[in-house]
């Protein structure tokens, strides 16, 4: 059966000068290496040291999985430009034209994935045996994420569809570009579905009993700096909504067509 191994941690740090956005970056080994998200160049170091750790070389890597292309989780995958690159038609569609008020797809991503050999998937695509894409729209056009058989059980990588364990247990999405709908519906999927969950931002974690009990832990050193403070008790992350969400459109076939 397929292994999911942690290549990188996210985390949901946030400071008052922007997001610090460190995605989650997975390794799925089975009969393929299928390296899920890249994350961007500010850590483009750490992945390939991470990735030395665990013995896997760029050349390694067979295909890699997009979870969708906002620009913490986009930005390297010309490290890989050997492996075919899989992501949603309608993600592919979007980048040609995001909103105006869409900051996590700046102009220039559509140049980025212009690099790479794109093979469009959705649901149900099998990218080895035991790891299939579902589709999970909303927090973008073509957000994507993956099923895993593994000897723990089921998992979902799910991208930043389940952005972090609090999405999960409110059961809505916390950070929606696309659909507000079509999000809170892919927090649900992945909630129910009793699957070992690998969000976007957060570690891997359980529902248990209305609660997250996560499967693993991992450490992020905070290098300070004169005039850093540490909040201790910061407040819960609140729903954001794009605005101007309402207006848009694709010509690409909906999510599941």
Not at 39 to 56: C, E, F, I, M, P
Not at 69 to 97: K, M, T
């Amino acid at each position: 059966m397929p292994e999911i191994r942690l290549v990188m941690p996210g985390s949901t740090l946030s400071t008052d000068m922007g997001g610090v956005s460190f995605c989650n970056v997975f390794l799925i080994e089975g009969e393929r290496r299928i390296l899920f998200d890249s994350s961007h160049v500010g850590r483009r170091r750490a992945l390939l040291s991470k990735l030395g750790d665990l013995g896997v070389s760029p050349a390694d890597i067979d295909a890699q999985v997009l979870s969708h292309a906002h620009w913490d989780h986009v930005q390297n995958i010309d490290l890989f430009q050997h492996a075919p690159l899989l992501v949603h038609g309608r993600e592919r569609s979007y980048v040609r034209d995001p909103h105006h008020n869409d900051f996590a797809t700046p102009p220039w991503t559509e140049a980025i994935l212009d690099l790479m050999d794109i093979r469009e998937v959705g649901e149900g695509f099998e990218v080895m045996p035991g790891c299939r894409v579902i589709e999970l729209p909303g927090h973008s056009a073509g957000s994507i994420g993956l099923e895993v058989e593994t000897d723990d059980g089921l998992c979902i990588i799910s991208g930043d569809a389940v952005r972090a364990a609090d999405a999960a247990l409110s059961r809505r999405a916390t950070l929606i570009f696309w659909n507000e709908e079509q999000a809170d519906a892919s927090v649900r999927r992945v909630a129910d579905s009793g699957a070992i969950i690998y969000p976007g931002h957060d570690r891997p974690f359980r529902i248990r009993d209305g609660e997250a009990h996560y499967t693993m832990d991992y450490p992020i050193t905070v290098n300070g700096a004169p005039g850093v403070t540490f909040d201790a008790d910061p407040p819960p992350a609140q729903r954001w909504v794009m605005p101007g969400i309402e207006d848009q459109r694709l010509d690409a076939p909906a999510a599941g067509a």
